[in-house]
């Protein structure tokens, strides 16, 4: 597995690329998706993804997927589980200070980032792990942020009760209320 995630890094442009025009996909069969019910279709998703990244990426299933944003090496390897680049403790030969038979994490996400031509991405800020998403499909919670379904639909704000004095505080019409 390690040696097909340092191939990953290498063919992160092609990685991506593909990346992209599948995500295009998955998000036009949004109405299919939506139809048959996301929950329905959230396991195969995930055994999908997992087989997958697994194999690619070595991918930890977090649900919050960054490898387009960090030159397809995933951050969740790192065995400190650093998001936003590396811990300081990265060897002369730009392997881990925990694990230093592996390669940093955040040394291959910048060569991958170099390879992909982009080094804007990788300076972006993650957001730390939500783990209550871990072991869900990544790729459907990209398609339901940008078609807003779902439980990552923003939630339609709350209109405040209406006050019963309100109600009797209201102007009446004119001849309403008086005895004749």
Not at 19 to 38: M, Q, S, T
Not at 71 to 77: D, E, K, L
Not at 84 to 90: D, S
Request: aromatic share 8%.
């Amino acid at each position: 597995m390690y040696a097909v995630r340092l191939w990953s890094v290498r063919h992160a442009k092609g990685l991506n690329r593909f990346y992209k025009a599948f995500e295009r996909v998955l998000v036009a069969l949004h109405p299919l998706w939506n139809r048959i019910g996301y929950d329905k279709v959230e396991r195969p998703f995930q055994v999908m993804e997992q087989a997958t990244k697994g194999f690619l990426f070595d991918c930890q299933m977090c649900g919050q997927c960054a490898l387009s944003s960090t030159g397809m090496s995933c951050p969740m390897n790192c065995p400190k589980t650093l998001r936003n680049g590396p811990c300081g403790g990265v060897r002369p030969n730009g392997h881990c200070e925990v694990k230093p038979e592996m390669k940093c994490v955040w040394v291959q996400g910048w060569m991958g980032a170099e390879n992909m031509g982009d080094l804007s991405k990788i300076k972006d800020v993650q957001v730390q792990v939500d783990n209550r998403l871990k072991g869900k499909s990544s790729w459907l919670r990209v398609v339901r942020m940008e078609k807003k379904v779902g439980e990552f639909a923003p939630k339609p704000p709350k209109a405040p009760p209406a006050k019963k004095a309100d109600a009797a505080a209201a102007p009446k019409p004119a001849g309403e209320g008086k005895a004749a």
